[in-house]
């Protein structure tokens, strides 16, 4: 079992617990969450093991994100290979039925990406969303293969350039990446400049490692500005996302009500309580009659 540094566990830990403090009438955000350290310079795709990302070897972008959505296994089932699932067992999974085919969503006209908590759907399925990639849980490997669902990961890049093929292992088992900035900043208030580098640079980069640009984003924190939605609309980054439920510490919050609703948006992280926020994530959506759907595919191309 790798054993994980203190100060990159604490980060994540950090990252995650200063994300989300939802506060009555309106959203509260730490101002000041570290930094991950100033990070070497961006790891260039040439430095990264090329055979440990296969995706990185296909041409051009592959046809869209979608890595066998629609056939979510009706039973969870165990990747031998893996090893055995610590702190955690199978029946902790539900099991879901497939995916129903998407119905894409219009995007409204205009210059600007729209900024969705919610996707306007008539199915019975939710999102789920993780986001950063600070911690990279051997754990959280074996629960995507065990759960065969699909997930959004809204990646930072400098929390994932030191082991870039772990994320291209969770897309083997149905996660697509999105972008979530290079360093995790503020980007409300920021120059178009300074935006336009941490929001089209970043999804540049997660295009090069893993061999498919993003077409989704999430600002750190959820926050932004005019500028953000406009920088991100001209990078080609369709739609941005807040989310209607959090998880952490195995805890669903909720927005509105006490269970999740059609077409909600899900968030997580790569938190040392992955486990238990996946498997809790899970246990709510199936609690909900719902089923999880991919978000890409309800965002048109
Ligand atoms: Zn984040």
Redesign the pocket.
């Known amino acids: 079992m790798i054993k994980l540094s203190r100060r990159r566990a604490l980060l994540g830990a950090l990252?995650g617990a200063l994300?989300l403090v939802p506060a009555a009438g309106g959203w509260a955000y730490s101002r000041s969450e570290p930094r991950p350290s100033a990070a070497p310079p961006a790891a260039s795709a040439a430095a990264l093991p090329a055979a440990a990302s296969p995706a990185a070897a296909s041409p051009a972008p592959s046809s869209p994100s979608t890595p066998e959505i629609g056939v979510t296994s009706a039973m969870p089932a165990p990747a031998p290979s893996l090893g055995a699932p610590v702190g955690w067992k199978l029946s902790d999974i539900p099991a879901f039925p497939p995916a129903p085919a998407p119905e894409p969503i219009t995007l409204p006209p205009g210059d600007k990406s729209p900024f969705l908590s919610r996707i306007p759907v008539t199915q019975p399925v939710a999102f789920l969303t993780i986001?950063?990639g600070y911690l990279k849980s051997p754990e959280a490997v074996k629960l995507f293969a065990a759960a065969r669902i699909p997930v959004t990961l809204?990646l930072?890049t400098d929390a994932i350039q030191d082991n870039v093929p772990f994320f291209d292992q969770l897309r083997g088992y149905g996660a697509v990446i999105e972008a979530?900035t290079i360093s995790?900043p503020e980007l409300s208030g920021r120059s178009p400049d300074f935006q336009k580098h941490q929001i089209c640079d970043g999804a540049d980069r997660l295009g090069q490692w893993y061999g498919r640009r993003p077409v989704l984003f999430?600002p750190?924190?959820g926050d932004k500005d005019s500028t953000t939605l406009r920088v991100a609309h001209e990078c080609g980054l369709k739609a941005a996302f807040l989310w209607k439920e959090t998880v952490d510490k195995g805890k669903v919050r909720y927005q509105e009500g006490k269970k999740v609703q059609p077409g909600d948006i899900i968030l997580m992280?790569f938190r040392p309580a992955f486990v238990k926020d996946f498997i809790a994530a899970l246990q709510a959506i199936h609690r909900a009659g719902l089923t999880p759907a991919l978000l890409e595919n309800y965002v048109p191309a």
């Open positions: 990252c994300v986001d950063d809204f930072t979530h995790h999430r750190p924190f992280h």
